[in-house]
Nanobody, 122 residues
Framework: QVQLVESGGGLVQAGGSLRLSCAASGNIFSINTMAWYRQPPGKQRALVAT???????NYADSVKGRFTISRDNAKNTVYLQMISLKPEDTAVYFC????????????????WGQGTQVTVSS
């Protein structure tokens, strides 16, 4: 089984910073792309940032210059450093990973974390 566990969410004032972590564990052969999504109250889940196994990154326009995605391949962990937070960044943040398992090294599967709440007060 594969499990993704997020941590680092919380309540912060506007202008503050938070760092989210997401660790993948279990029956993993390798991990391809990892990503962060977020779902504000009453809205759909949306992509925040992605990072490939080689370190190439991509960001939603709304977070460019404020959020930084990174990963530690040795620890199967992805991070999201968030600075200059705004009230509109309030959401449940989910990590996603495209993972190859040992029994099927040809087809990766998406795995999701349980989500961590980020609340930014004005």
């Amino acid at each position: 089984q594969v499990q993704l566990v997020e941590s680092g969410g919380g309540l912060v004032q506007a202008g503050g910073s938070l760092r989210l972590s997401c660790a993948a564990s279990g029956n993993i052969f390798s991990i391809n792309t990892m990503a962060w999504y977020r779902q504000p109250p009453g809205k759909q889940r949306a992509l925040v940032a992605t990072i490939t196994s080689g370190g190439s990154t991509n960001y939603a326009d709304s977070v460019k210059g404020r959020f930084t995605i990174s990963r530690d391949n040795a620890k199967n962990t992805v991070y999201l450093q968030m600075i200059s937070l705004k009230p509109e960044d309030t959401a449940v943040y989910f990590c996603d990973a495209l993972i190859y398992i040992p029994s099927n090294r040809l087809t990766p599967y998406h795995y999701w974390g349980q989500g961590t709440q980020v609340t930014v007060s004005s």
